[in-house]
């Protein structure tokens, strides 16, 4: 799970580079700018910005070339954050 988390740190500094990206997450989350910080900070925080990416594929595929991973990884941190009944992923 750590990786995950390191996966969602790489987007949100990457996400500060893209004003439109962050202006669009931010209005999402229903947050001001002023509220990234603490937000940053929240244990949720990995888990709904990766939402934000996976909503789109375009959007998904730049920030996976922007924190030099795959797609399906991001979607798989995705996944192991959000636990049994995420995208298709059931508990045994």
Request: glycine content about 4%; aromatic content about 8%; charged content about 45%.
């Given at each position: 799970m750590q990786q995950a988390h390191d996966i969602a740190t790489r987007v949100l500094i990457a996400m500060a580079e893209?004003?439109?990206?962050?202006?669009?997450?931010?209005?999402?989350a229903g947050?001001?700018?002023?509220?990234?910080?603490?937000?940053?900070d929240r244990p949720d925080m990995a888990l709904f910005l990766l939402d934000f990416l996976v909503?789109?594929?375009e959007r998904l595929c730049a920030f996976a070339d922007a924190v030099d991973v795959r797609p399906q990884d991001i979607m798989s941190a995705r996944t192991a954050l959000s636990g049994p009944g995420s995208y298709g992923w059931s508990a045994d």
């Open positions: 893209r004003r439109d990206d962050l202006v669009r997450f931010l209005d999402g947050l001001q700018p002023s509220d990234l910080r603490a937000f940053a909503e789109d594929d």
